[in-house]
């Protein structure tokens, strides 16, 4: 199995109604992307200092289900929402 985990911090001028629209076209990825195992995200707590705004983590099978996945016309349709709000991105994909 395959993680693949984002983190991305938002511009300063965005607004909720963005993270909204980001989660629901997330969501929407779960009934686009037959590759997709799981997919959690969510906006951080606020619990700790110096972490990112949100999170996005996705599981495949193997890393040809995550090459289908950032090919997938639902995927890219989220990054190009992502370049619109989003200030900085670090990402990583690791097993498990």
């Known amino acids: 199995m395959l993680k693949h985990v984002v983190l991305l911090t938002f511009r300063p001028e965005v607004d909720?109604?963005?993270?909204?629209?980001?989660?629901?076209?997330?969501?929407?990825?779960?009934?686009a992307v037959p590759e997709i195992v799981r997919l959690d995200f969510g906006r951080d707590l606020g619990i700790s200092t110096g972490n990112a705004d949100f999170a996005v983590a996705a599981e495949f099978q193997n890393a040809e289900?995550?090459?289908?996945?950032?090919?997938?016309?639902?995927?890219?349709?989220?990054g190009d929402l992502l370049k619109q709000g989003v200030q900085s991105k670090s990402g990583i994909q690791f097993e498990i």
Not at 16 to 26: A, G, I, N
Not at 70 to 78: E, M
């Open 65 to 78: 289900d995550f090459a289908a996945y950032l090919a997938h016309p639902a995927h890219l349709k989220v």
């Open 16 to 31: 909720d109604e963005y993270v909204t629209t980001v989660s629901t076209e997330l969501e929407a990825l779960r009934g």
